[in-house]
């Protein structure tokens, strides 16, 4: 999913870089290291040792995007934050079991997965 979402995120950017292209190109014609800099900021976008496409994505866009249909459950405040932690196709696996098996089973889970987490 975090594959997906740092291709997506680069793409949009990309296509938002030459639509500014398109649109400037008579000034940007006249600055002779544009694409240098276009060429070193989709580079800082798509390297995986930079992650820029995933990191304009966690800081600028997430925020924007409303995460998870929750609005309208039982979930308490606290239950929705964790859900919103997990990315959506975990979330929707995690929204099925919980109807099926009830928040405290989730909830053992966690914890049995954060006892394994710890052990070295």
Request: proline residues 4%; hydrophobic residues 50%.
């Amino acid at each position: 999913m975090v594959d997906d979402q740092q291709w997506l995120t680069y793409w949009i950017i990309y296509s938002f870089i030459t639509l500014f292209e398109l649109s400037f190109w008579k000034v940007l014609a006249w600055l002779p290291f544009w694409p240098y800099m276009k060429l070193v900021f989709c580079m800082w976008l798509v390297l995986p040792i930079f992650n820029g496409a995933a990191y304009i994505y966690e800081m600028y866009i997430r925020k924007y995007i409303k995460l998870g249909g929750f609005g309208g459950s039982n979930y308490t405040e606290d239950q929705k934050k964790i859900l919103q932690m997990i990315s959506l196709d975990a979330r929707k696996h995690v929204a099925e079991y919980v109807e099926k098996h009830g928040w405290p089973a989730f909830e053992r889970i966690i914890k049995v997965a954060e006892r394994e987490a710890k052990k070295p």
